[in-house]
Nanobody, 116 residues
Framework: QVQLVESGGGLVQAGGSLRLSCAAS????????INWYRQPPGKQRELVAS???????NYADSVKGRFTISRDDAKNTVYLQMNSLKPADTAVYLC??????????WGRGTQVTVSS
């Protein structure tokens, strides 16, 4: 019943845009913080953006002003709108819940590749 499914990745040229989706089960979604992480090839996973159950947002400095995180509670889905993409944004993007019991659970991720 517990699941996190990322989608929306793809190949895009620098300056382009993508919209990622994170579909989650209600148990780990309703009222909880949802995070977007990314893991570039050969590098450690890093936090990109977070949105609390009340809608407060936080962004990594590297994406501030370019990425927007939002949530649709009726659909148990969190989105990451990514604009002005750069090659440095290339990574596997994963979502994660702040729910105490499932905060170490990860989906398979979605690949974002930005060409120069």
């Amino acid at each position: 019943q517990v699941q996190l499914v990322e989608s929306g990745g793809g190949l895009v040229q620098a300056g382009g845009s993508l919209r990622l989706s994170c579909a989650a089960s209600g148990t780990i979604f309703n009222g909880y913080t949802i995070n977007w992480y990314r893991q570039p090839p050969g590098k450690q996973r890093e936090l990109v953006a977070s949105i609390t159950g009340r809608g407060s947002t936080n962004y990594a400095d590297s994406v501030k002003g370019r990425f927007t995180i939002s949530r649709d509670d009726a659909k148990n889905t969190v989105y990451l709108q990514m604009n002005s993409l750069k090659p440095a944004d290339t990574a596997v993007y994963l979502c994660n819940t702040g729910h105490y019991s499932y905060r170490n659970y990860w989906g398979r991720g979605t690949q974002v590749t930005v060409s120069s």
